[in-house]
């Protein structure tokens, strides 16, 4: 069983900051890419940050320079992505969910599934 593990949301007002993170846990053999995605209502859930697992990072424009998505590999099968939100504008309100590339123990091929968590609300709003 693999679980990814979100924390962290919650309403704040403009130009304040939040901190999310998510633990992926479990019968894992290996974690690759992580990131974090958002989808506002009415719209398409959308990219806002991924990191490989060697830390190599990738950001949604609308979020570059305020955002910053950061992991702890400590351990090889549960590592904790973490994204730190500042400067936050009523357009990031959302339902942020947590994303994982990994290798469960149950896969005999080693074969590579994709995973999501069960997402949490962040309000910016005066």
């Known amino acids: 069983q693999v679980q990814l593990v979100e924390s962290g949301g919650g309403l704040v007002q403009p130009g304040e900051s939040l901190r999310l993170s998510c633990t992926a846990s479990?019968?894992?053999?290996?974690?690759?890419?992580m990131g974090w995605y958002r989808q506002a209502p009415g719209k398409q859930r959308e990219l806002v940050a991924r990191i490989t697992r060697s830390g190599n990072t990738n950001y949604a424009d609308s979020v570059k320079g305020r955002f910053t998505i950061s992991r702890d590999n400590a351990k090889n099968t549960e590592n904790t992505v973490y994204l730190q939100m500042n400067s936050l504008k009523p357009e990031d309100t959302a339902v942020y969910y947590c994303?994982?590339?990994?290798?469960?123990?149950?896969?005999?091929?080693?074969?590579?599934?994709?995973?999501w968590g069960q997402g949490t609300q962040v309000t910016v709003s005066s």
């Open positions: 994303n994982a590339d990994l290798v469960p123990s149950t896969s005999a091929t080693r074969r590579v599934y994709n995973y």
């Open positions: 479990g019968s894992i053999d290996v974690i690759y890419a």
